[in-house]
């Protein structure tokens, strides 16, 4: 008669629950074997609360971890559609996103000079942005914060 090994399933069964997801597969798949081993006669049958309790806690840990695959399927599933969606015709080039530069002027009436774009943006890239045309005239802050765009 072989002796039961029903701590171990119960510690992989744990660890399964707990830490480990694959852990709580193999605590399942030996406690079944090792129930069958002592229902036949094989096993010792001493340790068969702890064989039993191990192969419970590696069904559930088994059922958990089957869950957060699919939870983390579906996040990444959602978070590719979201991406593919906001970014319109994948057949398109995208454009960079130009930075908008908050200019403090220390002497509020004086002229602020023209944007210009941070991490080697030109004005090249952004042929919407006309430099070129006249700007409306800006109202008087009296913080000296203008917004640039």
């Known amino acids: ?9 119960l510690v992989l069964g744990i660890l399964g629950l707990i830490i480990c997801g694959p852990l709580a597969i193999v605590a399942w798949i030996l406690g079944a ?3 069958k081993e002592m229902d036949a006669g094989m096993m010792d049958p001493a340790g068969r609360g702890n064989t039993q309790a191990g192969k419970i806690c590696g069904i559930i840990g088994t059922i958990l971890l089957i869950i957060g695959i699919l939870v983390v399927g579906l996040f990444f599933m959602f978070g590719v559609v979201a991406a593919l969606a906001t970014h319109g015709d994948a057949s398109q080039p ?3 996103q130009a930075k908008v530069v ?4 220390i002497f509020p009436k004086t002229k602020l000079p023209e ?10 890239d952004f042929p919407e942005i006309n430099l070129a045309a006249p700007k409306p005239a800006r109202p008087y802050s009296p913080s000296g914060i203008s917004r640039w765009f």
Not at 1 to 9: A, E, S
Not at 115 to 124: C, E, H, L, M, Q
């Open 1 to 9: 008669m072989k002796p039961h090994r029903g701590t171990l399933i």
């Open 115 to 124: 944007p210009f774009f941070r991490s080697g943006f030109s004005a090249r």
């Open 33 to 35: 074997n090792d129930l």
């Open 94 to 96: 995208l454009k960079p």
């Open 102 to 105: 908050w200019a403090v002027s």
